[in-house]
């Protein structure tokens, strides 16, 4: 938990905000706990950040119960999502003078199914990583004792999990000659689709390395601050990507990924990353003519014999 002290001006009255409204979300006898989670918890929230609560609720909750604290809060109602049964959560969005409330609904047995997912099982899968990263860095809103509980469960990142994250990320395949074909044939849309897809795989590489629960992409300077295994100067390199000329853009993405791959080795070797690296350097042959020995059509005569 980020000390309030420490928060920036943008976080504290986002904080302020949401200890005024958890009150009345927690006057349902079915809520056991509420959180605030997202960048105002991290300290780091800046002119475009909602505030984003999490509420915790012994059984499902109707849409009613969902609805009930807007308007005895002060706010002003702007969407309710349908239940989503894949993630297992509600979802609503509403306004308080013009801030957005973005509350994200569980049950608490849902939550504990989540952690022991993730920390005892080492499952990667997005939406369960971004919610254990959440509740990790979540400041107590109701009922703060539940939310140390999983904290506690959270301190300790399983190993086995980093390997996980790693092997999960690690094959960029034949990424370099792909990437090449494209600024050649100048596809431009697909060829910074490419960058960013390799920026992400490493970005979750070196999350693994670093043993955090992955949050997700937004904020991604900011998670890098915090890493302790990371290639030198890592941030401004990402952007000089994407700012570079693309062959040069490419020169630095192959180099960047290569050092990646070297942190793996040094501080991972139970992680084979060999396969990976020969994928990512392979390019295919080019062919401005027919190879030699293949027999064309204009080498038959009219007849269907060979000239």
């Given at each position: 938990m980020q000390p309030?002290?420490?928060?920036?001006?943008?976080s504290q009255w986002r904080l302020a905000m949401a200890r005024k409204v958890a009150p009345v979300i927690s006057t349902n006898p079915k809520v056991q706990a509420v959180i605030?989670?997202?960048?105002?918890?991290?300290?780091?929230a800046d002119s475009y950040s909602d505030i984003e609560i999490g509420v915790f609720w012994t059984t499902p909750p109707s849409d009613e119960e969902r609805m009930a604290p807007i308007a005895v809060a002060g706010g002003v109602f702007w969407e309710l999502d349908p239940y989503n049964p894949e993630d297992d959560?509600?979802?609503?969005?509403?306004g308080l003078?013009?801030?957005k409330m973005d509350v994200r609904n569980l049950t608490v047995e849902r939550m504990e199914g989540i952690l022991q997912d993730v920390v005892d099982h080492y499952d990667i899968?997005?939406?369960?990583?971004?919610?254990?990263?959440?509740?990790?860095y979540a400041i107590p809103l109701y009922n703060a004792p539940l939310l140390e509980q999983w904290q506690?469960?959270?301190?300790?990142?399983?190993?086995?999990?980093?390997?996980?994250?790693?092997?999960?990320?690690?094959?960029?395949?034949e990424w370099c000659w792909w990437v090449d074909q494209l600024i050649s044939r100048a596809d431009w849309p697909q060829l910074y689709q490419s960058f960013s897809d390799a920026t992400f795989q490493v970005f979750s590489i070196l999350i693994g390395l670093n043993r955090i629960y992955h949050p997700g992409f937004k904020w991604m300077n900011r998670w890098i601050d915090e890493m302790q295994i990371a290639p030198p100067d890592f941030a401004n390199r990402i952007k000089e990507i994407f700012r570079a000329e693309p062959l040069k853009a490419l020169q630095e993405a192959q180099k960047l990924?290569?050092?990646?791959?070297?942190?793996?080795?040094?501080?991972?070797?139970?992680?084979?990353?060999?396969?990976?690296?020969?994928?990512?350097?392979?390019?295919?042959k080019q062919f401005e003519s027919a190879p030699a020995g293949i027999l064309l059509d204009h080498d038959a005569a009219p007849d269907g014999h060979l000239l």
């Open positions: 309030e002290q420490n928060m920036n001006q943008a605030l989670a997202g960048s105002t918890s991290r300290g780091w959560i509600w979802m609503e969005e509403w003078a013009e801030i899968s997005a939406f369960k990583q971004a919610t254990v990263s959440a509740a990790q506690r469960k959270l301190a300790h990142y399983p190993d086995e999990l980093a390997r996980a994250m790693v092997r999960e990320n690690v094959q960029l395949y990924v290569l050092e990646i791959y070297d942190l793996v080795n040094k501080h991972m070797p139970e992680v084979d990353i060999q396969h990976a690296r020969n994928k990512f350097l392979h390019w295919r």
